[in-house]
């Protein structure tokens, strides 16, 4: 009973059983056989589109809850995310904050440290023992209830400021951290739409573009 066909009718089924293994056993040698599987080929696409139909109607009241479902979630979810955003961005804030302090006072230190060691030499004096280290935010912190010890996870980036200055590709300098066995790699990628544009309008006319094809991709119709 597992695996028992529930929603398909059996006719229904017998009949796309039969379509189906004509499909795969019939051979086409003249202009009358392709007529004849021509038939037969609007009759698979028909009885596909029926099923599809069929099981897009089934479909429809789960789809329909489960929606109602989400919506519900999403008055608890939806608020609870912005929550996260907000009190992230305050963390965010309150490092960078202090971060700003603790590059302020290493450098304040460190210019004293000059000071003082410029004013050892001038005197003959040994030079002065370093200051403390300075504690970067960025180490982290202590969460209280738990005793985690939070830190900055920092993923790399990049984006776009001036598209004019994009070379075509770059040439990897020997030494750098690059992949191995790379001396240049492409930094555009073709422009899909722009193409595809062309393509279109270009019809029969061989290609415009060096290094790329057109071509038709035939499909068989029947109307």
């Known amino acids: 009973m597992g695996n028992e066909i529930t929603h398909i009718d ?13 499909a795969h056993e019939v051979v086409l040698k003249t202009e009358e056989d392709m007529g004849w599987a021509s038939d037969d080929l609007a009759t698979l696409r028909k009885l596909r589109k029926d099923f599809e139909k069929k099981l897009k109607d089934l479909c429809q009241p789960f789809k329909d809850g489960i929606e109602a479902l989400k919506a519900e979630f999403d008055t ?68 209280p209830t738990t005793g985690a010890k939070t830190g900055v996870m920092k993923v790399p980036r990049w984006r776009v400021v001036d598209e004019s200055k994009v070379p075509m590709t770059i040439i990897f ?13 492409p930094l555009w990628v073709l422009n899909d739409s722009a193409i595809t544009e062309i393509r279109r309008s270009w019809g029969d006319q061989p290609s415009p573009i060096p290094g790329i094809e057109f071509y038709y991709d035939e499909t068989n119709t029947v109307r």
């Open 10 to 22: 059996k006719v229904e089924q017998e009949r796309a059983g039969t379509a189906i293994t004509r």
């Open 173 to 185: 300098e020997q030494g750098g951290k690059f992949p191995k066995g790379s001396e240049s790699r």
């Open 76 to 143: 608890i979810i939806n608020p609870l995310k912005a929550a996260e955003g907000v009190i992230d961005g305050k963390i965010t804030a309150c490092r960078r904050a202090l971060q700003a302090e603790a590059d302020k006072l290493r450098r304040e230190q460190e210019a004293e440290q000059r000071r003082l060691e410029v004013e050892a030499r001038k005197a003959n004096q040994p030079p002065p023992p370093p200051p403390p280290p300075v504690i970067d935010a960025a180490r982290g912190f202590k969460v």
